[in-house]
Structure formats: structure tokens, C-alpha cells
């Protein structure tokens, strides 16, 4: 290798790098003219692609156009079908777009390629109770609550649940779970939690 191929191939390595950098990560700012650069004029294809079209997406749902969200999710799985956080980002458009039957079969999916984590879990749980369909839900968020009993959202979700089946004691049970853990960052969730052990005590025992 000559004295000249080096330097040339450390400065190849650099720009590699910056390109890369900024497929990946082109959907942090709130530029989406940035990931369409790189989607039409990068020399990357394949699956690093999918970054940018998920970037793209991303910064649509944001500004709540859910409909060109999904689009952009569904470029992004056709490059990188084996992503779980891809049916994630598109699952939540479909909810946000009303389509839930189909978010339920992008959390199964993601489920299906990652079935450690807890959060599609209780984001299909969401979606079956909007359903209607109560008996899936509470199934779902049992997942999530054993995979991450420290989360108190999941069991505020579920109590929800629990209670709009008539099932108080297990709702009371759900809510006290959930003001006893952490707030971590919302703190909403405990006051949710307050407010419907309130209801139930202010209802009296169940007849």
C-alpha cells in the first residue's frame, strides 16, 4: 500500500462515517428535507435506508400527519423487515389514524421479532381496549406488568380496564400498585391512580 493510499482511505473512513451518522440520525432534528436528501441522493441503500424513511416518519408524527407517518414506516419495513421498532413506529401512526385492527398486527409483529419488552405489550393492550375487546387487553398488559412491574402507567392502564369489565377490586388493587411505584417522569399517572381510588371509595362497597 503507498504513502498516499493511506491518508486517502482515513479520509474515505471519515466521510463513511458522517454519512452514516446522518442517515441514522436524521430524524432527531425537525428537518424531514434532510432524510429525503439522504433518501434520494445517498449512495447508502438497503437497510440503513430505513433509518432515514423512520426519521422521516417519525418527524411526520410529530406534526400529527400520521397518514404520510405511515408511508414512510411502511419504506422503512420493506427495507428492514426484521426491525421491531419499525412495527412499533407504525403501530402508534395506526392508532393515531383510528386504524387499530392494524396497529394490533404491527404490535404482534414487533412482539413476534422482540417479545422481551414489555412496551408493545401495553401499547397493544391500549389498542385491544379500544376495541372493546377487554379479555385481550388485560392478557397483554399482564405481559407487560411482569416483564416491567415497576411501571406505573401499565398498571393504571390495566386497572382501567379491570374496571370498565366491573372488576373494582382488581381496579383498586392496579391503582394502589400503581401510586405505590415511582413517578418517574409523569406524574400525571399517579394522579390518575388517586383520582380513581377516590371514585371507588366515594361508590362504597361493590353490591
Not at 83 to 108: C, F, K, M, T
Amino acid at each position: 500500500m503507498t504513502k498516499t493510499a493511506v491518508p486517502l482511505l482515513i479520509v474515505l473512513g471519515v466521510l463513511i462515517g458522517l454519512s452514516t451518522h446522518t442517515v441514522v440520525n436524521c430524524g432527531d432534528e425537525d428537518e424531514p428535507d434532510v432524510c429525503s436528501a439522504v433518501i434520494g441522493f445517498s449512495p447508502l441503500r438497503g437497510s440503513l435506508i430505513a433509518f432515514a424513511y423512520e426519521g422521516r416518519g417519525r418527524i411526520a408524527m410529530r406534526h400529527g400527519d400520521f397518514r404520510r407517518a405511515i408511508v414512510d414506516f411502511d419504506e422503512a419495513i420493506h427495507l428492514n423487515p426484521n426491525r421491531a421498532q419499525l412495527y412499533r413506529d407504525r403501530a402508534l401512526a395506526r392508532r393515531q389514524n383510528g386504524d387499530l385492527v392494524l396497529a394490533i398486527e404491527d404490535y404482534d409483529e414487533a412482539i413476534a421479532h422482540d417479545p422481551r419488552l414489555a412496551a408493545p405489550y401495553h401499547q397493544r393492550g391500549l389498542a385491544l381496549a379500544a376495541t372493546g375487546d377487554l379479555d385481550r387487553a388485560i392478557l397483554s398488559y399482564n405481559t407487560a406488568v411482569r416483564l416491567d412491574p415497576s411501571d406505573p402507567q401499565a398498571r393504571l392502564d390495566r386497572g382501567l380496564t379491570f374496571l370498565a369489565r366491573g372488576q373494582a377490586d382488581d381496579a383498586r388493587a392496579d391503582f394502589e400498585a400503581a401510586l405505590a411505584l415511582p413517578a418517574g417522569k409523569d406524574a400525571g399517572t399517579r394522579e390518575a391512580a388517586r383520582a380513581k381510588l377516590a371514585e371507588l371509595t366515594s361508590a362504597g362497597p361493590r353490591r
